[in-house]
């Protein structure tokens, strides 16, 4: 009886061990394999007419690879003269990106310049802008995705002027590029930064407004909202207007009594 016992026990144990094994492998794997973040699209202007630059008697030197979104922020800050915040928003990037992306640019060029090496422009995640500052659904639909939550500050049909004073939103629901559904939501006292969260409670992925400030597009670009400023007439005339990529915008903010917020 004893013998018959101790085989039992041993009988069961060898399920359990195996099953832990599993666990450990898999608990492995887990830590072993990181999901990439997606990359939101920049908006650049348009794409360069020349992409290869190298010094005359180094055809076989050493190749420096800039994206077109960091030759964009040399296009705005150095051939335009715009501030990063203004490069920013023509972007639809946070300014904090356009830090980072002018740094690595820059440190490019001068490699480039420096140590005699070629330099080719090229690839990254980008979106080209339709017509200059005319844009729309196009320039910031998520790749492969269908929907879309559209909010424009509203106040008797029209877009309201003032982003940080808006009494109430049109909230549109979008589906293959169709108005699906529409309501019109208060905001209840809730004003300036604080309407980035509420926004953001409401899953809306572009706004529509007229004038805002600097730091409140900064705000939007974190909470990755895209913003399209600037826009006056019906609400349901800029939907229209976005739903055609023929939306015309603004580049730079509109208003400065957000930043003082």
Same mark, same amino acid.
């Given at each position: 009886?004893?013998?018959?016992?101790?085989d039992?026990?041993?009988?069961?144990?060898?399920?359990?061990?195996?099953?832990?094994?599993?666990?450990?492998?898999c608990?492995?794997?887990?830590?072993?394999?990181?999901?990439?973040?997606?990359?939101?699209?920049?908006?650049?202007?348009?794409?360069?007419?020349?992409?290869?630059?190298?010094?005359?008697?180094?055809?076989?030197?050493? /190749? $420096?690879?800039? &994206?077109?979104? @960091?030759?964009?922020?040399? =296009?705005?800050?150095?051939?335009?003269?715009?501030?990063?915040? *203004?490069?920013?928003?023509?972007?639809?990037?946070?300014?904090?990106?356009?830090?980072?992306?002018?740094?690595?640019?820059?440190?490019?060029?001068?490699?480039?310049?420096?140590?005699?090496?070629?330099?080719?422009?090229?690839?990254?995640?980008?979106?080209?802008?339709?017509?200059?500052?005319?844009?729309?659904?196009?320039?910031?639909?998520?790749?492969?995705?269908?929907?879309?939550?559209?909010?424009?500050?509203?106040?008797n049909?029209?877009?309201?002027?003032?982003?940080?004073?808006?009494?109430?939103?049109?909230?549109y629901?979008?589906?293959?590029? /169709? $108005?699906?559904? &529409?309501?019109? @939501?208060?905001?209840?006292? =809730?004003?300036h930064?604080?309407?980035?969260?509420?926004?953001? *409670?409401?899953?809306?992925?572009?706004?529509?407004?007229?004038?805002?400030?600097?730091?409140?597009?900064?705000?939007?670009?974190?909470?990755?909202?895209?913003?399209?400023a600037?826009?006056?007439?019906?609400?349901?005339?800029?939907?229209?207007?976005?739903?055609?990529?023929?939306?015309?915008?603004?580049?730079?903010?509109?208003?400065?009594?957000?930043?003082?917020?």
């Open positions: 009886m004893a013998r018959h016992a101790t039992r026990r041993s009988f069961r144990r060898k399920p359990l061990k195996k099953s832990r094994i599993i666990f450990d492998k608990q492995k794997l887990l830590e072993n394999t990181s999901v990439p973040r997606p990359r939101k699209k920049k908006v650049i202007s348009e794409e360069p007419v020349y992409r290869c630059f190298g010094c005359h008697g180094r055809c076989g030197a050493p /190749k $420096v690879e800039m &994206s077109l979104e @960091e030759y964009e922020t040399i =296009v705005l800050l150095d051939g335009e003269g715009l501030s990063q915040e *203004e490069a920013a928003f023509r972007m639809k990037a946070s300014r904090t990106t356009v830090t980072l992306l002018y740094a690595s640019a820059r440190k490019k060029v001068a490699d480039f310049l420096i140590h005699g090496k070629q330099l080719s422009l090229g690839g990254g995640s980008y979106v080209v802008a339709p017509d200059g500052q005319k844009q729309g659904i196009d320039t910031c639909k998520k790749e492969g995705s269908k929907k879309m939550r559209i909010a424009v500050s509203y106040e049909e029209d877009v309201f002027q003032h982003f940080g004073q808006s009494p109430s939103f049109k909230i629901d979008i589906k293959d590029k /169709k $108005v699906v559904s &529409s309501s019109v @939501e208060a905001t209840r006292g =809730v004003g930064r604080d309407l980035i969260p509420w926004l953001k *409670e409401r899953k809306v992925e572009v706004l529509i407004c007229g004038g805002i400030g600097g730091m409140a597009i900064d705000l939007l670009s974190e909470a990755g909202i895209a913003c399209y600037g826009v006056t007439g019906k609400a349901d005339s800029a939907i229209d207007q976005f739903l055609a990529n023929s939306l015309v915008s603004v580049s730079t903010p509109t208003c400065t009594c957000h930043d003082e917020k």
